[in-house]
């Protein structure tokens, strides 16, 4: 079974910067694609961004050129560095890994911005 949690910094103010972990057990982190996905209060879940195995990489609109996701494939984590923050990035922020046909959550981690 695989368990990720994240981790990280969860308040800045506009124009600030955070960075999210996600750590997760198992040996085959490596194998699959990795994502970030957000929810803000009222809104639908939307996909943040996401790294397959190989690093290919995709953002969503919103936040291309302002946020870069990672891996460290040593310590079996993902992060999101999220520069020039702005108050709609407020949302509850989940890391996903899917491995084959199976996905699997975080438990999300709060990040508010304020104006």
């Known amino acids: 079974q695989v368990q990720l949690a994240e981790s990280g910094g969860v308040l800045a103010q506009a124009g600030g910067s955070l960075r999210l972990s996600c750590a997760a057990s198992g040996r085959m982190f490596s194998t699959g694609t990795v994502a970030w996905y957000r929810q803000a209060p009222g809104a639908q879940r939307e996909l943040v961004a996401s790294?397959?195995?190989?690093?290919?990489?995709t953002y969503e609109d919103s936040v291309k050129g302002r946020f870069t996701i990672s891996r460290d494939h040593a310590k079996n984590t993902v992060y999101l560095q999220m520069n020039s923050l702005k108050p709609e990035d407020t949302a509850v922020y989940s890391c996903?890994?899917?491995?084959?046909?199976?996905?699997?959550w975080g438990q999300g981690i709060q990040v508010t911005v304020s104006s």
């Open positions: 996903y890994l899917r491995l084959g046909a199976y996905g699997y």
């Open positions: 790294m397959t195995s190989g690093g290919s990489i």
